[in-house]
Each structure stands twice: as C-alpha cells, then as structure tokens.
C-alpha cells in the first residue's frame, strides 16, 4: 500500500494508482480503506465501474473457507 500511496501523492488523478491500492487493502483487511479508494478510481475514470462493481461484491461476500 504505500508505493501506490506515493504514486497517488505523484499523481492523485490516475484511476489506476487507487484501483490498485483498494485491491492492496483488500489483501490485507482494510474494507473501509479499499472501498473508498475503488470509489474514487470510478470517480476518476468511469471505465473502472464494471470492475469494482464486481470486486465491491467479492469485498462484501462472506470470505471463503
């Protein structure tokens, strides 16, 4: 999480950067931080909603056994 937290200190209008520091706090267990980050990658590129509406769904699924 912190490299993509220095590219978006770089660079705070690349959908890129915050779609890939919600999946980087998904990993580790951050829901809240990840949902807020792919929100504003859709926010900064519209292109990203069909991807994080599906990834928004796999955050909210009870997790696999």
Known sequence: TE???K???FDP???EYHAKLAF???QIGQKDKAIAEVKKAVELDPAYAQ???KFLK???SPPKK
Request: aromatic share 12%; proline share 0%.
């Open 3 to 5: 490299l993509y937290n």
């Open 7 to 9: 590219l978006i200190e």
């Open 13 to 15: 209008n690349k959908a």
């Open 24 to 26: 980087s706090y998904a």
């Open 51 to 53: 991807e994080a509406e």
């Open 58 to 60: 796999e955050l909210e």
